[in-house]
């Protein structure tokens, strides 16, 4: 951390200063610039509020270091982490593929869904049987019926399920029925969630918040690690900008700030991160392209009968369009779709 | 709603769009304009996901009208809401204060604190027992422990008391100890954690999300609403802009749209919406010049050694020296300051 | 500066960062921390783009201390800048109030709001000219015939004018028939137009752009006073956001920021930065109690004929009452209303 | 335009106000929802401030329907713009690289980076003779120096010239020398210098405001063609957002939002659009995934000297890597590399 004085503090202000900062448990190294004084504070485990430092006498801003993530970053653990569940991985050399409709309808529906994007080469599928709404009076999604569907799913097909948990009540009841738990963009800092993910004995699929940090988003994974779990997949999913062309700004320059920093695989989901079909195509070859680990898309069969999302969700056919582009484009950057 | 065709779209494709409006249980009013023609649409109560009308072959884009919340909104309901709790009134014509520490540490700091806002005029005390913080290494509050000290503060000094339920599991036991259950600006969408609320028999004292519109705040209060609580009070905290100066930007102009668009009592957190102790000063007279029906200020004897959130804390002696001046500026716009 | 290495960086790789960076000319203070060490650097005067270290091996990031900003800021000049023109003074203990049509649209329309907002108190007459479009199709505003209308404004009620110069090729004319020349949001980092307003020998009314952040307001203003122009205005208004319901969110908090670090005055745009006349009302008291120095505000006679800016602009008869409020707000803060 | 009208106006007030609205010029279309009363207005061909209808009573709000773009819409002219400067084209099949550093520093400088990035495959080169920089006090650029040493770039690898106009006063000077001149972010609104670059006789390379939106991006594209020049060339080169990690947030799905609405060619930045030279190479791919027509990309040969932008230059070698890379992807998706 760094202490930025004001210009005109005293030498005997600087001394105040440190010997406080010295008193918090912390030490001071006083730098003399040709401006001002700045003073370096080393010590600090993060224990201590540094924002105190803010209310001493003759200081006019600090500069903190580091976020204070440690299981999930880099310099913990310098390998990528692979995710594997059944005969899917994520963050492999493969390029992992989750499809599916934003809702889990019925059970028709799901099937249908489910056995194109298997032929097209989606090794998971997801769908929603508890969807956080905006509004109270929208589809909520179908419960513990949605689950027994989508455990059909992988009886029928060999999928691998990923399906969101919306409360701590629930969690292990989705748990018991998914691959993967999804904690969604408005629960990311849902602590409690975060916790009880964190003891699941599933992986965890994070999306990113709506305009969370990238430091937020690798803070809220490492609530899921420090309870055990190591299994964490983030997923960049759009955020929010002054743009209004678009749902969200989808953040691609994300897929390479995660790998530097951490060791856990990200992937994209260009469905929410544009809002809109026609974007939803160019958006996911351009994740491919920029290091993603996999997508995260929306597929119906009749988006015109969708119960929700139906303006991003594109048909099998186009899917299928657009596993074969990637599956050429893929080798270029040294992965594989299946 | 309003769907705009493609400029080029013929009448067949026009009369084919208003056709499958009408098959989805919907009306079509084609209107022919300079440049294109747009077609009206009447008779969704909600239940028709209208992004499906964008799936159609001709379709520009559609315009929705009204977020679909009802029980808050000011035309369901004219008159303006006023919620009592004990000696405390908040959205008539008294400015409720609520103040007090970011978190519960002990015994001690919250008495001495509570005493002096007490002094000073304040009603309401604040108090965090539960503390959703970034890091799971930063101090997360005392838990029931706080609560209990909460509840001294009740007793030993009139003051009602408001505090932060994290979770479905422990909401119950919240409700149990305070006067006004907090959902945080982490949790304006978690959905579970809102609907329970709803069933509880305290009012809620509901925090803007970090980046969240004030269709989605109004529609978060909505959950609750359509649970049976009625008391629910909202709080502008400030939003996340492109802006580094500040944690955030505390945005008053929700005061005047609540107040138009609801009838619920809209408070603001000058200590969220600025993190820093100088501008809380002038952003709390911002607020009730604006309309604010109060503040939630957060309030510490010993800021220099806060446990949380030091730097945006002001002194007892600030707050007094605030409410003076607000007591003051308060009859020129026809409220009152205890 | 801090310089911020990687965890695993070796006794080696610092000491080479250190060589580096003397051989940019700073002097470097490498600091052990517990989790990774940190480099000092002072002595840079702005010369040295710090952006180069980052491309130093073992680099993590680097933290950078100052704005470069001097002859703004309150460390260089500590006293208060108050600008005096005519018989009006910005700055000061009076507060400034700029009132008048968005456009001038001719010249009955002028001395018609002229009349009625100088007998409100009004000593500062806006009013634009030239105006700055987002569509080449708008009214782009009368030009000199419009610059003419303000002059016999001022001289038929003393009111002191403000109005946009919107290029350096029109700025000198502009400059000759007002009293003060607002560079607008737009224009805010066109660079050769304030060099060349600093030039000027009018003071400058300078509006935060539409995204910018504080310092980079700042050091907009810089580049008008590295000039000679010692007379800036700064003006908050508005600032884009995630939220929907304004065209942006008006960020009072800039104005103890501002008047922490910087000498110059600030006023607050209650219009532009609401966009709403419903909320011009209380955000123009807030813009007082917040400490702003004045206000810039759009007051038209006949809104619904307005030729921009309907939706925004008050009318004589509300800011006469807007007046009348803030007479009596202004003195508990120490302030007059002319 | 669907003007929305409180849920409780009267059949009376509804009448009125399409009698308003006809008095404007405009047709009125009322149609009677379920829970209110909207109208249809036709006939507006841009010349009615529409914000006057908000200023009558019972209305809520009004929903516009389109831009006001003409010549800059694909409505207008379906097929895709291609502009051809010497041997290079932007638009076509053949995807444009222009690179080359930040600021043209100086002569050896220059030519070292040209032959490189020319032996690598780019036609175009940039580099910056005025340099619009936050601080008056940083390296303002060459100026005429600079374009002398542009143009002898040209005359020794046949490369086309890109480099950006700060102003109309130098716009003419800058387009003698350059093949395409550039509008930089900051002068993205700057319209005095849009319309004299849409009466040069160089294409014109227009960058995207630093929070503008895509409509604001074509209207000023619109400015530009309003004057006569149909070359334009638009550039993503990153929005601000909430998120810290990045300067900005490079927008690709800004890329088939344009190609879907507008016939201009759109490039992507990914220097500005993320800061960080890690991140140049992935996003670089991703724009080509993406759609974008080309790359407007910093190269430097001794980044770690560079006078501006040190943090994003990647280097020639990086640079050729990159181009090889490329090179192998784009026919996946039909386009070339030279």
Redesign the interface.
Known sequence: M?V?M???ATPELVARVCE?IQKMGLKA?P??????T?I?V??????V?S??I???KGVR?I????P???LVSR?HKPEDTIVTVGNASIGGREFAVMAGPCSVENRDQCLTIAEKVAASGAKIFRGGAFK????????QGLGEKGLEILAEVREKFGLVIVTEA?????LDMVASYTDIVQIGA??M?????L?KAGRADKPVLLKR????????LL?AA??VM?EGNENVILCERG????????HN?????????VK?YSHLPIIADPSH??G????V???S???????ADGLLIEVHHE??????????AISPEDFEGLMK?MR??AP??DRTLP
Chains 1, 2, 3, 4 share one sequence.
């Open positions: 760094l930025v004001e210009r005109n406080e190294h730098m003399e610039g040709t401006q001002r700045a370096g080393t010590g600090n485990d993060g224990q509020d924002d105190r803010l209310t001493l801003d500069l903190r270091i580091t204070s993530y440690k310099e956080p709404r905006t509004s109270p009076y929208s589809f919306m409360d701590t009540e629930t408005r629960n800092q849902n602590y409690s969630l916790k918040g709506i305009s969370a940090t990238l430091d937020e803070m490492e609530y420090a955020v929010r900008s002054a743009s209004n062309h678009s700004v989808l953040d691609l320059s994300a897929v390479p700030f530097k991160g544009t809109s079909r026609d974007r195509m160019p958006l070859r351009a994740a491919l392209a920029a290091g988006p015109s009968k969708a119960l929700s999302d139906a303006a991003q582009v050429q484009m270029v950057i």
